[in-house]
């Protein structure tokens, strides 16, 4: 279990940290709990270890259309930008400008020039830049709704770029994660002193003492440095989720 894989193991590997077997921790389960689901809820926000970004696709229904919002699934941290992918059949096909200038190109008797087609693309797509407007959308976390502020066809899907968050039952490698084992065992060695520090120099079997407040202390201290590098080192930078 030097690597755990399980929140059992990731529990039992905190507690060892922190001296047991050979000290008695004197945090309960359900407290150890809170503070696992406290680190992770932490963990998912920030790390940028705990998502993946992807593109997905949703096939708008009327029922989606009525409502107003889309229902996206409890494990979208955060949507980035969405695609209707509507716009992009509608500029495809053999009457499109794209193909009609590619067809000018690979005419008879003519040689093909990279150069002019790049540059006839180049105005065509800065002539929509300037006379379209991108759909804009407004994402609710708590509630997992997807508000788009344009009318959207059912006949097409909606494509959209979503920071996922990966189940650590799934992906067990993530319980091994340094940063969240010492984030954890931080915050159990302080709910430790916290219980502690109601009876002041607790003295255990072989005459050890325990000082609650100085576990506090260290605890505190530990906690703002992995905050403090976590916001720094292993966080994405801050315009990142901006869509």
């Not at 593109?55 to 229904?61: A, F, G, S």
């Not at 980035?80 to 716009?87: E, G, K, Q, R, W």
């Not at 499109?96 to 008797?109: A, F, H």
Request: hydrophobic share 40%; with cysteine.
């Amino acid at each position: 279990m030097a690597k755990p894989t399980s929140r059992v193991e990731f529990e039992q590997y905190c507690l060892r940290a922190l001296g047991a077997p050979v000290i008695n921790v004197n945090v309960a389960t359900e407290q150890i709990d809170d503070r696992i689901d406290e680190a992770l809820e932490l963990f998912v926000d920030k790390h940028m270890d705990a998502t993946i970004q992807e593109w997905v696709t949703y096939p708008v229904t009327q029922l989606d259309i009525d409502n107003g919002y889309i229902q996206l699934p409890t494990d979208i941290l955060e949507v980035v930008d969405i695609l209707p992918t509507a716009t992009i059949f509608a500029h495809s096909g053999m009457f499109s400008y794209q193909y009609q200038v590619m067809i000018q190109q690979l005419s008879p008797w003519q040689s093909f020039s990279n150069l002019d087609y790049y540059m006839k693309m180049t105005s065509f797509q800065e002539t929509l830049d300037m006379t379209s407007v991108s759909p804009t959308f407004v994402w609710q976390r708590h509630g997992d709704k997807l508000r788009v502020n344009y009318d959207f066809p059912t006949d097409y899907p909606l494509a959209v770029k979503v920071h996922r968050i990966i189940d650590p039952e799934l992906e067990t490698q993530i319980w091994n994660d340094r940063w969240l084992k010492d984030y954890c065992v931080a915050l159990i060695k302080k709910q430790w002193g916290e219980n502690t520090s109601k009876f002041q120099n607790i003295q255990l079997l072989g005459g050890v003492t325990i000082d609650g407040n100085r576990l506090v202390e260290e605890a505190n201290a530990d906690i703002e440095r992995l905050k403090e590098e976590l916001e720094t080192s292993l966080s994405y930078p801050t315009d990142f989720f901006i869509g």
